[in-house]
């Protein structure tokens, strides 16, 4: 018996010493083959140690908790994402549809990039798991509708370049966290957008509608705003009360659409307004309140109809009025001569080079 145990222990001893194999190991030996006998290959324990790491599904990459996997022509989303994962980016490939439990074990995830897809349906369920998204790009796909249960968490959403064309006030319910909203280059209209749409969004601070089929800037918009831009729309008439209660506005964007009336004291909504874009469209004078307005350093009118400057169109008619400094006025391409204003007109501005008058060229 003592010699049979002392034979056991010498062939122990003759095996091969134990070494840990992770997958590139296993890779290795089935392609090029172990070396090592089936029975010396029985007798090693072998723990997987990677079997307790985070997972990296096939073809993407992975660095911490970011998961990467754009640009790889997938038709779904990727099984065996890390739960760990905080960044997942699958912009650029093909997907046609979120299922309800494709992102069921994310709970962890803070931005989330789809951009580039095919995507035409969301299923209902499918944001509900992600209880810390802050940032969801969904920008560039083929969807009609928006998606239903986004994240109360959200801060930033953008959905711009799809085909959406309705807007309802549960869109955007209970999402006070918002502050970025981008909604752009959809084919929407303004009665798309139920009134009240924009009611929760409590401290959103930027949000952009532009290159739709608006006729009118949204009612209902929130007073967080510092930001708006409607540029590439069908707008024909500013209204007054369509800016009541923007406050804090400091950047307006109204660049090509139709507008030809900026009404009286529409300026005045605005107290703090810094910078109005209202190039490319069909003014025929200079939108009244300028003069007035204490805080307007930047107006762009090129581009439209304008006949005739006045010499109260830009400057208050008190010398010792206060007035913020322009750093930018463009007239050019307008059917107003440079020559015909009188230099009066611009008796505030102590930057000659702030003026941008070129000649009216017809195209």
Not at 85 to 113: G, P, V
Not at 144 to 159: D, F, G, H, T, Y
């Amino acid at each position: 018996m003592s010699s049979f145990l002392l034979m056991l222990l010498l062939s122990h001893c003759a095996a091969l010493p134990f070494h840990n194999m992770d997958f590139l190991d296993f890779m290795m030996e089935d392609e090029a083959g172990s070396g090592v006998t089936d029975s010396i290959s029985n007798t090693v324990p072998i723990f997987h140690h990677l079997a307790e790491e985070p997972t990296c599904p096939f073809r993407c990459q992975c660095h911490g908790t970011v998961t990467q996997c754009s640009d790889l022509g997938l038709e779904i989303v990727p099984a065996e994402i890390s739960a760990d994962t905080t960044w997942l980016d699958l912009q650029n490939n093909k997907i046609t549809e979120i299922k309800e439990n494709d992102f069921k074990n994310l709970k962890r995830l803070h931005l989330l990039i789809l951009v580039n897809n095919l995507i035409t349906t969301i299923h209902p369920k499918a944001f509900v798991p992600l209880g810390q998204l802050e940032r969801l790009y969904l920008s560039k796909n083929l969807l009609k509708e928006m998606p239903v249960n986004i994240p109360k968490s959200l801060q930033e959403l953008r959905i711009h370049e799809n085909k959406i064309t309705k807007i309802k006030k549960s869109s955007f319910q209970g999402m006070t966290e918002v502050i970025v909203m981008e909604l752009g280059s959809n084919p929407l209209t303004s009665s798309g957008i139920d009134s009240g749409t924009f009611a929760e969004l409590k401290k959103v601070s930027y949000i952009r509608i532009a290159d739709t089929n608006l006729t009118e800037i949204p009612k209902g918009l929130p007073s967080s705003l510092s930001e708006l831009h409607l540029d590439g729309n069908k707008i024909s008439k500013v209204h007054a009360d369509s800016l009541k209660g923007l406050v804090n506005l400091t950047k307006f964007g109204l660049s090509h659409n139709e507008i030809s009336v900026v009404e009286n004291d529409t300026l005045a909504m605005v107290p703090f307004l810094h910078e109005l874009h209202l190039d490319d469209n069909f003014l025929t004078k200079v939108p009244p309140g300028l003069s007035d307005h204490k805080n307007i350093k930047v107006i762009y009118l090129h581009s439209n109809k304008i006949t005739m400057v006045g010499t109260d169109d830009f400057c208050p008619l008190n010398y010792n009025a206060k007035k913020a400094t322009y750093s930018a006025i463009s007239l050019f391409n307008n059917p107003v001569h440079y020559w015909e204003v009188q230099p009066l007109t611009f008796r505030c501005v102590y930057d000659r080079s702030v003026i941008q008058f070129g000649n009216y060229r017809k195209k």
